[in-house]
């Protein structure tokens, strides 16, 4: 099953990651070799490397492999999650006169 990007967010995010693998992965192994050890195929590195849609999967234990899974947890780890009590919530209830 293929993931449709539809924002430019996520395909500027999937390019990132890729240069980032790209830049790790070449500076301790060849794409053949980093394939290996993911269990996938150099076709599947290359579009990794060039920002294309992977599975998600590959996506992290490439990752993991090249040891930069914990920085970016660390650094996601540092974002401010909204506090979920201070969601709007649209309101349906109308207000309703006392008089009756």
């Given at each position: 099953?293929?993931?449709?990007?539809?924002?430019?967010?996520?395909?500027?995010?999937?390019?990132?990651?890729?240069?980032?693998?790209?830049?790790?992965?070449?500076?301790?192994?060849?794409?053949?070799?980093?394939?290996?050890?993911?269990?996938?195929?150099?076709?599947?590195?290359?579009?990794?490397?060039?920002?294309?849609?992977?599975?998600?999967?590959?996506?992290?234990?490439?990752?993991?492999?090249?040891?930069?899974d914990?920085?970016?947890?660390?650094?996601?780890?540092?974002?401010?999650?909204?506090?979920?009590?201070?969601?709007h919530?649209?309101?349906?209830?109308?207000?309703?006169?006392?008089?009756?």
């Amino acid at each position: 099953m293929k993931l449709i990007l539809h924002s430019m967010g996520a395909k500027k995010l999937l390019a990132t990651l890729g240069l980032l693998i790209k830049e790790y992965r070449a500076s301790a192994m060849s794409q053949d070799e980093f394939a290996q050890r993911l269990g996938v195929s150099r076709k599947t590195v290359s579009n990794m490397e060039q920002g294309k849609a992977v599975n998600s999967e590959i996506l992290f234990d490439a990752l993991s492999l090249l040891k930069l899974d914990q920085p970016l947890l660390s650094e996601l780890g540092k974002l401010r999650l909204p506090d979920p009590k201070l969601r709007h919530r649209k309101s349906d209830q109308r207000v309703l006169d006392n008089d009756f």
